[in-house]
């Protein structure tokens, strides 16, 4: 058996699925951290699939500087919820909205 771009998008757009229904469902900081985590390596996946397929390195290099974003977007997004937790003592999303001023 022969793995096609159709099993890879397949399993790309299964991991994005997942990924948003983690966002939209849970409460939880981090779990919607790593749930958007999830929907950016689906995305990478499907740039690596199509650039393979096409011949291309266009594709690579792109989900190369998206994973390079996505570290710095968790790096900075992990110390945020940090100092949050810290005074709150709480990562719901939901009592985040009380510090709207």
Do not use: C, H, P
């Not at 939880?28 to 950016?40: G, H």
């Not at 650039?51 to 989900?63: D, R």
């Amino acid at each position: 058996m022969t793995l096609t771009i159709t099993w890879f998008l397949f399993l790309a757009a299964g991991l994005f699925s997942i990924g948003l229904a983690g966002v939209l469902i849970r409460r939880n900081a981090l779990v919607m951290f790593m749930s958007i985590e999830l929907m950016l390596n689906a995305a990478n996946l499907t740039f690596v699939a199509v650039s393979k397929e096409l011949g291309l390195i266009e594709g690579q290099v792109t989900a190369l500087f998206v994973m390079v974003v996505a570290a710095t977007e968790v790096t900075i997004g992990l110390a945020i919820i940090v100092a949050v937790f810290r005074t709150r003592s709480s990562a719901n999303v939901d009592e985040l909205a009380e510090l709207k001023g």
